[in-house]
């Protein structure tokens, strides 16, 4: 067989240099996923035990560094005394006590700059040596501009909690969560994007509905922050009735009706409960479509999965109910959450195949 000119070795060369590349981004990808996992899981515990207000400041910069000393601690408890949640709730607290909960925020907040940095550095390295392709710029600096919309959010939502009530805002805690997943849901469909796909794509019916299906995640993932946000998991603990009834009483008795889907527990938690239901029938009837439309293909198997998971994560949900919201189920429920919408963005990307190559559409062009 004669050996490749020069000129047609050229072709292969670069693709392979584009894979080597997209290897790289994806592994750095995923990294960040890792990190934003944790931070998500460190944000729900700071919000279940209670120490999400106990920095009152937002300092971007100065706050990386703690209380190093004996003042430094009492002038940052006496800036804690003055809100409502010390002055209703935890009045006598020990300084102790204190620390403890200062320890949670103070590490949701370091982690919160932490996969800034490891998000922001790494992208500027691959931009300047060359490694980012065409079109993929754009989509890891929208995901960027989220990073840093979720710090503004995330300290907008604290401040709801400082003056005039003793937790914060559930609509804003609500956002705050559901703008983590969706950056977590972006990271992991662009990472999958660029990574390799034997199968074809899917056709694009199941294209589609695997996308409604990441959105119905986010839904239900912005449902558990209100229910988060009004501690509405810590009443009603039966399942599957609920107040006795299948469909329980009085879930419209605020005025207007559309406050009570944010404001009345007992609805909020009904809804999250349905749309636990709702998600779970989409699964099956995907999985049962899939299965039929795409027989023995990695689309058929990855939607099997992605019902499993949906079903565990349902479990979990009702195990986390009655036995009223203890911190390891409710983390392992918020944590499985995001595992669920992982898979799920993954698998929408994956009935989409990679990114084209640039080198394929040079070769087509």
Excluded at 79 to 96: A, H
Excluded at 173 to 190: E, N, R, W
């Amino acid at each position: 067989m004669a050996a490749l000119s020069h000129h047609d070795s050229q072709p292969l060369e670069a693709r392979d240099t584009q894979l080597r590349n997209r290897a790289l981004v994806r592994g750095w990808l995923y990294i960040v996923l890792l990190v934003l996992f944790v931070l998500v899981v460190v944000g729900g515990a700071t919000r279940l035990t209670e120490s999400g207000l106990s920095i009152t400041e937002w300092k971007p910069i100065h706050g990386v560094i703690p209380p190093l000393n004996e003042a430094e601690w009492q002038e940052e408890f006496a800036k804690y005394q003055q809100i409502p949640q010390y002055e209703e709730l935890n009045q006598g607290m020990t300084l102790d006590g204190f620390k403890t909960i200062f320890w949670w925020e103070w590490a949701h907040r370091v982690l919160a700059r932490g996969v800034g940095i490891v998000f922001a550095l790494p992208l500027a390295f691959f931009l300047w040596s060359g490694r980012i392709e065409r079109g993929l710029g754009g989509k890891l600096g929208f995901i960027l501009a989220l990073g840093a919309l979720q710090g503004a959010i995330g300290w907008w939502m604290v401040a709801s909690g400082l003056v005039g009530r003793t937790d914060v805002s559930q609509y804003r805690l609500a956002t705050h969560l559901t703008l983590a997943a969706l950056i977590f849901a972006a990271t992991m469909v662009v990472a999958r994007g660029l990574a390799p796909h034997s199968e074809p794509l899917a056709d694009r019916q199941t294209q589609r509905f695997a996308g409604i299906l990441v959105a119905l995640a986010l839904v239900q993932i912005y449902l558990g922050g209100l229910v988060a946000g009004l501690n509405a998991g810590l009443s009603y603990n039966t399942w599957p009735l609920m107040d006795g009834a299948l469909v329980p009483g009085d879930l419209l008795v605020v005025e207007p009706v559309w406050r009570n889907f944010f404001e009345n527990p007992k609805t909020v938690q009904f809804v999250h409960r349905l749309g636990a239901y709702a998600i779970l029938a989409a699964a099956l009837w995907h999985m049962v479509e899939t299965g039929r439309r795409q027989r023995g293909t990695t689309h058929a198997r990855r939607a099997l999965v992605l019902f499993c998971l949906l079903l565990v994560q349902a479990l979990i949900g009702i195990a986390t109910l009655v036995m009223q919201v203890p911190l390891h189920w409710a983390l392992l429920h918020q944590g499985f959450a995001l595992v669920v919408l992982g898979f799920a963005a993954a698998h929408w990307r994956g009935t989409k195949g990679s990114y084209p190559l640039e080198t394929d559409v040079v070769e087509r062009g």
